[in-house]
């Protein structure tokens, strides 16, 4: 594999499957200035930018170094702060000094570099001045949402953000430490070439990463007792807190049939391969409560990686996206070899970490049907932080009126029972019912006939049931 450290192309032969990012950056470059908090994913420590090419040109997005395994970024611009470690301050740097926003300076790594790629982003006008810059405060807060502060506080970090409103950006000194944007992308442009170049499903190789669907079908028929993985934002945490060893990889990332997001039909088709980042600005208008659900997934960072499949196919309980694709009626299209078949995502879920996929057999891509004009849709995920958090329940609903009357509806909940599950007791009830609050005043004595939730560390089961039965209640009362 080919990859661009700062500003040094390195070429790595056959890197192990289960070698994180973090670790190779630190034991084998000695690059330290990118530190290890959690290693899950959690505290943004770690943060580095990663740059890939899109359509001809280097996009640069925060990343956890973490739970990023190194075979995963062949062809990839990797930045971290060292290349910053120098006499002449970044501009975010400079703030965070004069703001005094770095105390222990464990974690500031993470945040200097989380700023640094939301500045690189934001285009100069928005930020021409501090008052221009206030309408984007909710900007800084999202690209920080995945970097936990565990003694400054987070109020001189934000004030150090300000800071970085009346500045020229138009030269980052970030690209001129290293040559500048145009020699990085020559770089860049050059050692994807040479990734491309080569064999890279060798049945040899420890981490396998087909370049198209059909590779990938048959790499999986051939060896389908070996794991496939996307982003890592999940499987990762086996290997750095679970300490398993994993020997061999399918990356489906880079299957270029499968990193499509496109509307269809009044469908939205998204292939196993698409981040959450492109998922949520993709469903910004089209679906607003997708976007505003992946606003509270995680992090910034998880979500540059995360794929929307992968979060179905890891057939968790506790998964935030799930219960709105029940709701929607969502599909999926499961390949095994070169034959397709699609089911219901209802289907899906067979039991607790248990799938309707075969031998061999894997998620191409999910259709997701658009809300009608008449169709109210809600969502809303419980937990204990708003951001970069695990839910206690996540309830979603979908819900159409006709004079008054309940003409569909679609209720469904995750952390509520052994898979995300549909409420279908209190959607039988309620269908075809005038909606009125006496109706209304009876979900949870028909939701406690769905689900018999569990106690844990998160929630009692006492609590989940009254939250989630206060929550339908609540949609069904903003319907009215």
Request: hydrophobic share 40%; charged share 15%; net charge negative.
């Amino acid at each position: 594999m080919h990859l661009l450290l700062n500003k040094t192309a390195i070429e790595i032969v056959d890197p192990a499957a289960d070698i994180t990012l973090l670790q190779w950056l630190r034991e084998s470059q000695h690059l330290t200035a990118t530190k290890e908090g959690c290693a899950v994913g959690d505290c943004g420590a770690c943060t580095v930018i990663v740059g890939e090419l899109e359509h001809g040109e280097a996009v640069y997005r925060s990343v956890n170094a973490c739970i990023a395994l190194l075979a995963s970024l062949d062809g990839c611009h990797v930045i971290t702060l060292d290349v910053l470690q120098d006499s002449n301050l970044h501009p975010v740097q400079r703030a965070m000094v004069e703001c005094h926003s770095s105390q222990c300076g464990f974690c500031s790594p993470g945040f200097v570099m989380s700023l640094v790629v939301w500045w690189l982003n934001t285009p100069a006008n928005q930020l021409t001045t501090p008052e221009a810059f206030a309408q984007h405060r909710h900007g800084v807060e999202l690209a920080l949402s995945g970097n936990l502060c565990r003694c400054t506080g987070y109020l001189p970090i934000l004030l150090a953000a300000d800071r970085l409103a009346p500045m020229d950006r138009t030269m980052d000194p970030l690209f001129n430490q290293m040559g500048g944007y145009d020699h990085c992308l020559a770089h860049l442009k050059s050692i994807a070439s040479q990734s491309q170049s080569h064999d890279r499903d060798a049945r040899a190789q420890a981490y396998m990463a087909p370049s198209s669907l059909e590779e990938l079908a048959l790499a999986y028929e051939a060896f389908p007792q070996t794991r496939l993985v996307a982003g890592s934002t999940d499987l990762a945490l086996g290997i750095t807190h679970g300490l398993q060893s994993i020997e061999r990889l399918i990356d489906v990332t880079g299957v270029k049939e499968l990193q499509s997001i496109e509307q269809r039909d009044h469908h939205i088709y998204i292939g196993a391969g698409v981040r959450l980042s492109e998922v949520e600005a993709f469903c910004q208008a089209l679906l607003p409560a997708m976007s505003d659900l992946l606003g509270r997934f995680a992090s910034r960072q998880v979500r540059n990686r995360a794929t929307l499949v992968g979060n179905i196919a890891n057939s968790s309980p506790i998964a935030d996206i799930p219960p709105l694709l029940l709701v929607m009626g969502a599909k999926l299209i499961l390949q095994c070899g070169l034959n397709q078949r699609t089911i219901p995502l209802s289907e899906f879920n067979l039991g607790y970490k248990k799938t309707a996929l075969k031998s061999g057999e894997f998620i191409h891509s999910v259709i997701l049907p658009l809300p009608l004009s008449s169709q109210q849709v809600s969502v809303e995920k419980v937990s204990k932080r708003a951001e970069d958090d695990i839910s206690a329940t996540c309830v979603a609903m979908s819900i159409t009126l006709t004079h008054g009357a309940i003409t569909q509806i679609n209720i469904a909940c995750g952390g509520m029972a052994a898979i995300p599950k549909m409420a279908n007791e209190t959607q039988s009830q309620l269908l075809g019912q005038p909606l009125t609050q006496e109706l209304v005043a009876q979900v949870p004595l028909w939701l406690a006939r769905d689900y018999q939730p569990i106690d844990d560390i998160r929630a009692s089961a006492a609590y989940r049931q009254q939250v989630t039965a206060n929550l339908i209640q609540g949609f069904l009362k903003e319907a009215m």
